[in-house]
């Protein structure tokens, strides 16, 4: 029988985290567009409304179904304005270990939106799921993703050399592949400090797993 997170959601002081629902195709498709997270990311470009939908009633929830993680959509409490995205992926149940990923919309950058919805996911993941590793990779020249990383307490264990391809701008506005080394963190249960809901001002992406 395989073995699946639940199908919850997750709060905070400021955030909802969900299910992504159709109401999330047109803010979604824009953030898939903005040229930080197109940098960053494997994310395919243009990011048209169509994939956005596909990704939203399909594939995002076979992530789960299927075990191999679970996608989370995060919202302002408030507005119910999407603020970005978190997706779980790798899960590996015998060692309770996975991997985490996220982005950022630009308009919620700076208001520490990213931390509190990662450290959201990592105390449910150790409290109620009984996870025993939490992984984070964020590119080398990222430093928006690194900083988050340490903000919320991971512990950088290493390298990946030449093991990522982000993007640059050309000349012509199109787009380049650059490889690039990728850093390791990781997040055990005896590493968290503090709690979800902290504001911690931050901005950025962390690499994601294909969005396709």
């Known amino acids: ?3 699946t997170f639940p199908d919850v959601s997750i709060s905070t002081d400021r955030l909802e985290l969900r299910p992504l629902e159709l109401a999330d195709v047109l803010p979604l498709t824009e953030m898939m567009n903005d040229e930080q997270i197109v940098a960053w990311t494997s994310v ?3 990011y048209t409304a169509d994939r956005a939908r596909d990704w939203i009633t399909r594939r995002a929830p076979v992530e789960r179904t299927q075990g191999r993680g679970i996608v989370f959509a995060v919202s302002e409490f408030l507005t119910q304005r999407l603020v970005g995205v978190v997706t779980l992926f790798h899960t590996d149940w015998r060692t309770l270990s996975t991997e985490i990923a996220y982005i950022t ?3 919620a950058r700076g208001e520490g939106y990213a931390s509190e919805s990662v450290l ?4 449910w ?4 799921q009984r996870f025993e590793r939490l992984e984070m990779r964020t590119a080398a020249d990222n430093t928006a993703a690194q900083q988050v990383a340490q903000k919320i307490g991971c ?3 290493g390298v990946l050399r030449n093991a990522w391809i982000a993007r640059s701008r050309t000349e012509d506005g199109g787009w ?3 490889r690039t080394d990728l850093i390791v963190w990781s997040l055990l249960p005896e590493d968290l400090d503090g709690g979800p809901g902290q504001h911690i ?4 992406y962390a690499t994601l797993p294909s969005w396709r």
């Open 120 to 123: 959201a996911v990592a105390d």
């Open 105 to 107: 919309a630009p308009w």
């Open 201 to 204: 001002d931050d901005s950025g």
């Open 176 to 178: 380049a592949d650059i």
């Open 1 to 3: 029988m395989t073995r």
């Open 155 to 157: 512990i950088s264990e």
């Open 44 to 46: 395919s470009h243009p």
């Open 125 to 128: 993941l150790f409290r109620s």
